[in-house]
């Protein structure tokens, strides 16, 4: 009897098992490995992401210090089995999915590629909750909401989106003026979110694609180079507790250009607004 009682746990823990492989994949997921064009699994050679949404599968890839957010996935990624789509032959297919990994088979028509097999099936793998040091810092920054709260004794922190950028600070406060004459507030959505700008102790992510070191008192001041000296600083100007302005030198100190900023407070995280916006924008 008790022996009847395993076979039958271990059935169900099987029959469990292979259910919970036919989920739609949803969240974050890095690229562990793929099938290179001579047939041979290899470790990832890209660090990549797919951003699994119910409505949109988003790219990110991570080079350096720069990251590109992009759509090159058409479909939606549900799950689809390994089997061969019946009107469509080399349609993407996704499997063996579920919250912490999935595969990905797609036609590759690639010509000349150093990994991906020209009129042949790529297979890649993905895994969820896993980044590199420099996605780890891209992925905080894109999935966290901004804080509605500041940080009296280092305001600087948090969640911010330039404006504007203007000649002078005459021209940032006729500006200023011109906007509350005509009623008008700064709004806690950017018109683009690739204009938002998540500032920790740490790092400064840029969400167009770059990070940056990030060397501040807090409240007066930032570098993005470790040198305390004048030349490197930009001296930020309190407007208000939520409006900046940043000052800017270029052409080795000769020109400066004053950034206007605006604190978003409105607990979103950016890929949030990125996703909308691709929601929003057809063909984008």
């Known amino acids: 009897m008790k022996r009847t009682i395993l076979i039958i ?3 169900t823990m099987s029959l469990a098992s292979v259910v ?8 974050v997921y ?4 793929l099938i290179d064009k001579t047939g041979l699994e290899i470790n990832a050679p890209f660090d990549q992401y797919k951003v ?19 759509k090159n996935d058409k479909d939606t990624y549900n799950y689809t089995g390994e089997e061969p789509d019946a009107t469509d032959s080399t349609k993407t297919r996704i499997f063996d999915s579920n919250a912490e990994h999935f595969t990905l088979k797609w036609w590759s028509r690639n010509s000349n590629h150093m990994f991906f097999p020209k ?26 909401p901004a804080s509605t709260e500041v940080d ?31 009623g008008k507030t700064f709004s806690d959505t950017p018109a683009n979110p690739n204009d938002i700008i998540v500032i920790t102790p ?14 501040s008192d807090g409240k007066t001041y930032f570098n993005n180079v470790k040198d305390t000296s004048a ?30 900023w605006h604190r978003i407070k409105s607990n979103v995280a950016p890929m949030s607004r990125i996703v909308h916006q691709y929601n929003s924008s057809r063909g984008f």
Request: aromatic share 14%; net charge neutral.
């Open 152 to 182: 009296k004794k280092a305001p600087i922190y948090g969640t911010w989106y330039v404006v504007d950028v203007f000649d002078d600070m005459v021209d940032v406060k006729k500006f200023i003026k011109e906007q509350k004459k005509e």
């Open 119 to 144: 009129n042949d099936w790529c297979t890649e793998y993905y895994v969820a909750t896993r980044y590199s040091d420099m996605g780890k810092i891209v992925f905080d920054a894109l999935m966290t």
């Open 9 to 11: 746990l271990a059935f």
């Open 30 to 33: 890095k690229l562990k490995s």
């Open 202 to 215: 740490e790092h400064m992510v840029h969400i167009g694609g770059r990070v940056y070191e990030f060397f």
């Open 52 to 70: 699994c949404t119910d409505s949109v599968t988003l790219m990110v890839s991570v080079h350096g210090k720069n990251f590109l957010i992009e």
């Open 231 to 260: 030349e490197f600083r930009n001296k930020i100007t309190w407007l208000n507790p939520d409006l900046i302005t940043v000052s800017v030198t270029r052409n080795n100190g000769k020109f400066t250009d004053y950034q206007l």
């Open 20 to 27: 919970a492989q036919t989920e739609n994949p949803r969240g």
